[in-house]
Structures are given as C-alpha cells and as structure tokens.
C-alpha cells in the first residue's frame, strides 16, 4: 500500500478529465438501417422529419411518431429540448450537426423568469411559485453553481408533520432555515395502496401530481437574483417500458426528478453510450411504508426516486459505455429488482469505461428474492475500465440515511449472480463504505482484479463476502487495507493508496 501523494491524486484528476472530455466531443457514428428523422429547434411537429431541412420540432412529437425497428432520431446538436420520450423498440435516439451535444431538460420551462415567483412570506424570504409544478428532486442554479436542500414532511393522519419528529406539524418559516432550502406540497389526489405493510391515506405521487413549490431565496426574487434555474420535476426522460433494442448516444440529459432512463420489466438491448447525464433524482415515490435504506424511519418514512440509467426487472445484453455521469440523488448506473414471486435473469451487463462522479452510488445492483422466488438470478456482468469517484459527496447526500454510498452498492440480499467480474476499474474516495459486495452464497460475489483503490484513512474500505449465517463485517480503510483486499476481496493485483 502506498500513501497517496499530491502527485498520484493530480493524475487521477488529469485522467478524470481527460475522460470527460473525450465523452463531451465523442462523433456521432450511429449506423441506422431504417428511416432517419431529424428534430431541431427550428423544426416544426407538422413536418415529415425525415431530412434536417424537415425537421420536428418536439419530444412529443418524437413519442407520438410512428416508429419502426432500425429507425433512427437525430436531435440537433447545440439545441435544448424540455420533456420526456417514451422509447419505441429497435430505434436509435443520437444526435447530428456539429457542436456540444443536444441537451434534454426535465421542466417545460426555465424558472430564472422573475415573473414566474410572488413573495409568500417576506419576513423569512419565501418565494412561491406561481403555478403548479411536478414534485421537484431539487432546484439548480446557474448550471450547477448552487442547489436546493429539500425539506420533505412526512404525512400522517391528514397532515404534513417534522420527520424526525412525527409529533410536529410541519411549519415552512420553522424548518426553511437555510437559503434557498426548498419544500414541494401536493394534496389534491390520496391513496390508501399499501407498502412494505402499511395502509393509510397518503398524497398519491405520480405524473399527474401538479402541486406547490416554495422556495427561501435571502437575495430577493429567484427568477431575477439568478441567470438560470432548473426544476427537477418528477419525470424520466427516456421511458422504455416493454421495449427491446434501444441504443441511445451522444445526448446531454439534465436535470430531472425520477430517472434519467428508466427501463422495466424485462429489456434486451439497451445501450447507453458516449452520454452525459447528471443532476437527476429526488423526487417523492411514495409516502408511506417502511423504506430499507432509512433504517430510522417510521409510519411516515418518504421514499425517493433517482437514478441516472435504471434497469428495474429482467435484462439482456445491456451497455452503458463512455458516459459521463454526476450528481445523481441515487446511483449513477443499475439493475435491480425485488422479485415478488416472479422470475427475473440478468444476463449480458456490460458497465465500461464510464466516469462516474458524485453520485450516492457509482453503480447499483441488487436481486432481491421474495415470495418463493428461488429460479432469478444475474449472469455474465462484468465491471471494467471505469473511474468512480466521490460516492457520498454530490448533493444527494442530503438524503438521511447517510451510512449508505459506495461505489458499488450490492446491498445484501440473496444477489445470485455467477460469471461476475470487477477489474481495471478506478474507486476513488467515498463518503463511507468504497464497495458493498454482499450476497447469501460467497460464489455470487465478483471476480476482483487490478483495479485501483484510493480512500482516507479510517473511512471504511467496505464489505465483501456472504451473509447466510451472518453479515460480513465493515472492514477499514487502514494500514491493513492491503491485505484485506488482496485476500478478503481476493484483488491481488490491486493498487491501494491511502490518503493521511
């Protein structure tokens, strides 16, 4: 093990953004068999699409079409579209022209309109806005420059009330202490659908939930103090449900409350390359039940979405390659599933060469067997040529259960996986715990080689090994972390560098 040096740590610096930007200016070299249509800001929805003069204007538009297996959409580089797609099977969303890549943002509209806010309660520098909004992850200013911290009550017996203390009513001038904190309310709509066990009425939180957002700005008016300001409403931005054979390239997806890709049930194909994704999640999933990730919670816990690429379900022959990924409220990549008695496979996982930055979780997986699931599993995964950094450290963490980023997050479930690979891959410094490698059986933990490990000491290195008797222990990031990893991790080919 070395100690990290100023000069080690500036070469990851150097090759993180090296990374980036050979991301940022990738080429477009999309091959599209079938028809190709073009969308651009100077298009129009009545166009036929199919040339960059013709060009659609909307990404309802782009939804609503027509499309077909080997078909093709090209979104203009330089141009910024508001919305979501819902993805068609066999087609191809990249990008043409020249110039930064196209940008998809969550909101119809920018917030930095001074217009938009009235002042609610001037002797604590509240803003409301003045008209309704999806629940919103958080808000970000001037391109990442600040965020919001979201206050989010729980709701209990008809009313909003303090989350860590459910005795107290929720009082906005109380609980919005800090500029530009942020609280989100929606009441119009109940439901009284249980999760994990609970059954009682609560705000019904979907895509249809259009409610109040408020906002402290100390400075005065937000749409005037700032140049430009960004919801994170809660939508995904390529929603590919039932779908197959999806590839989509070279896009910039920003600011967005749910997911930035969001696939279930069972996909083949998906291939997410030469992307950048950030500033995505927060939003509200429910109300109610007992969430796993918040072991304080009680009859109120919130649960929140957000991931940059999710696959919930069944997969095959699924890419993320060369995406550049930050600042996401959960994990930056994932597969996942809580089975409910059904069978799911996870087959074909390829994760490679990615930057990952800033994200609670780098990448995310779980397999979670239930209700006499016993015929799922994950096969053929493999983790190679990425450089993680920071876990725990982007705003997501304002999260309350703080005790959870790593940089690869198998939690501990039953995780049955074979054919399972990490290597060559860059983790550096997480908030708590770099890796969480846990499954019941020790052969469904990865194959560990040559990847570099860079953390502070006496932060936690991580958990590795199976839990059918008993949970593995949080091992530390010490002078022994060498050790650990080469017989524990069984990474005997690692690079280990402690930071003092």
């Given amino acids: 093990m070395l100690q990290t040096s100023k000069s080690i740590l500036h070469e990851i610096d150097t090759m993180a953004e090296e990374r980036k930007q050979a991301i940022l200016t990738a080429p477009d070299r999309l091959e599209i068999p079938g028809n190709t249509y073009y969308v651009s800001n100077d298009g129009d929805d009545t166009n036929d699409g199919l040339s960059p003069l013709t060009p659609w204007n909307t990404l309802a538009r782009v939804s609503s079409a027509d499309l077909s297996g080997g078909d093709g959409v090209l979104f203009r580089r330089g141009d910024l579209f508001r919305g979501f797609i819902k993805a068609a099977s066999g087609v191809s969303y990249g990008a043409y022209g020249t110039g930064d890549k196209p940008r998809f943002y969550g909101w119809d509209k920018s917030l930095a309109d001074g217009g938009l806010w009235e002042l609610y309660d001037p002797d604590h520098h509240i803003w409301k806005l003045n008209e309704p909004i999806l629940d919103c992850g958080t808000l970000v200013f001037n391109d ?94 390529f929603q590919a449900y039932e779908c197959n054979h999806i590839t989509i390239d070279n896009l910039c997806l920003k600011y967005i409350g749910a997911h930035g890709i969001s696939a279930y049930f069972h996909i083949t194909g998906l291939h997410v390359t030469n992307c950048e994704i950030g500033w995505i999640g927060g939003t509200i999933q429910h109300y109610f039940g007992t969430d796993p990730n918040y072991p304080q919670g009680r009859r109120g816990t919130v649960t929140r979405f957000g991931n940059g690429i999710e696959v919930y379900g069944g997969c095959d022959d699924y890419v993320v390659e060369n995406c550049y990924i930050y600042q996401i409220y959960d994990a930056g990549i994932t597969h996942q ?129 199976a839990n059918e008797t008993k949970e593995p222990p949080i091992l530390p990031f010490d002078d022994h972390a060498a050790e650990t990893i080469h017989t524990i991790f069984g990474d005997k080919t690692a690079q280990i560098h402690i930071i003092q």
């Fill in 144 to 237: 990442g420059e600040a965020h919001s911290r979201k206050l989010i009550p729980s709701y209990i017996d008809g009313r909003f009330v303090c989350r860590e203390d459910e005795t107290r009513v929720f009082d906005m001038a109380r609980e919005m202490t800090k500029d530009l904190d942020l609280v989100c309310f929606y009441t119009a709509r109940m439901t009284t659908s249980p999760s994990k066990g609970e059954d009682f009425p609560v705000p019904k939180m979907d895509a249809e939930s259009f409610g109040e957002l408020y906002l402290r700005c100390d400075r005065g008016n937000p749409g005037a103090v700032f140049a430009a300001v960004e919801a994170l409403p809660g939508r995904s931005f």
């Fill in 337 to 465: 599933v809580s089975t409910n008695g059904q069978t799911y496979t996870m087959t074909g996982i390829r994760y490679r060469n990615n930057l990952v930055e800033n994200c609670v979780y780098s990448i995310e997986y779980f397999l979670e067997k239930t209700d006499g699931d016993t015929e799922s599993y994950i096969r053929d995964c493999e983790i190679n040529g990425n450089i993680l950094r920071f876990s725990g450290y982007g705003w997501g963490q304002q999260r309350h259960n703080t005790d959870t980023p790593a940089h690869i997050k198998g939690w501990s479930y039953e995780n049955t996986a074979s054919v399972y690979s990490v290597h060559d891959n860059i983790f550096d410094r997480a908030a708590y715990r770099m890796l969480h490698l846990v499954a019941k059986k020790p052969e469904s933990c990865p194959v560990m080689y040559n990847n570099t490990y860079i953390q502070h000491a006496g932060l936690p290195l991580g958990q590795y090994g």
